[in-house]
């Protein structure tokens, strides 16, 4: 079975603070991603990354960066927390398939608090 | 970014009712994928359709990819109390962007 982690279930920061967001895969995919999900906006790709050292925006990257020095590993970065970014943050894998037989697999979410 | 329209938004049934609902896009897709998010939980992949026409089940849940490529149906049959929470489809296009596009999500509530 494909295990996505994230470091934390539960986080609380105040606002100006720099938060680490980690996520873990055990599947030697390719492809990791970084969504936050908001009551009435649903999931919302903030940026994704492709391979090691390869990052693209998704659709809200403002305020945020990530990190993908390892393939297993891919880090959300938020330089200066804002209380609007208190959200569910969601991380997924998949592996890259030219067959296009590629398929989504999330971690359990970090609800991150900003105050 | 872009959403899928999903339908219907939520549903309030009696156990062992059965549940249908899909998700339609303007856009060709080439995989559909499903999901069930629990409060407070990740997503978790439910069925994975790959091929336009596809019928896959999983247990009470079938999946169906539409012939038009542009929807997808879930439905589950006799459901349990378990079955509550937020199912929700995801598409890709083929244009073979690494991105998927989220339904809005149908909430699911299973009366006793």
Known sequence: DVKVTQS????VKRTGEKVFLECVQDMDHENMFWYRQDPGLGLRLIYFSYDVKMKEKGDIPEGYSVSREKKERFSLILESASTNQTSMYLCASSLWDRGRTDTQYFGPGTRLTVL | GQQLNQ??????????EDVSMNCTSSSIFNTWLWYKQDPGEGPVLLIALYKAGELTSNGRLTAQFGITRKDSFLNISA????????????????????KYIFGTGTRLKVLA
């Open chain 1, 8 to 11: 934390s279930r539960y986080l």
């Open chain 2, 7 to 16: 339908s219907p938004q939520s549903m309030f049934i009696q156990e062992g």
């Open chain 2, 79 to 98: 459901s349990i109390p378990s079955d509550v929470g937020i199912y929700f489809c995801a598409g890709r296009r083929t244009s073979g962007t690494y």
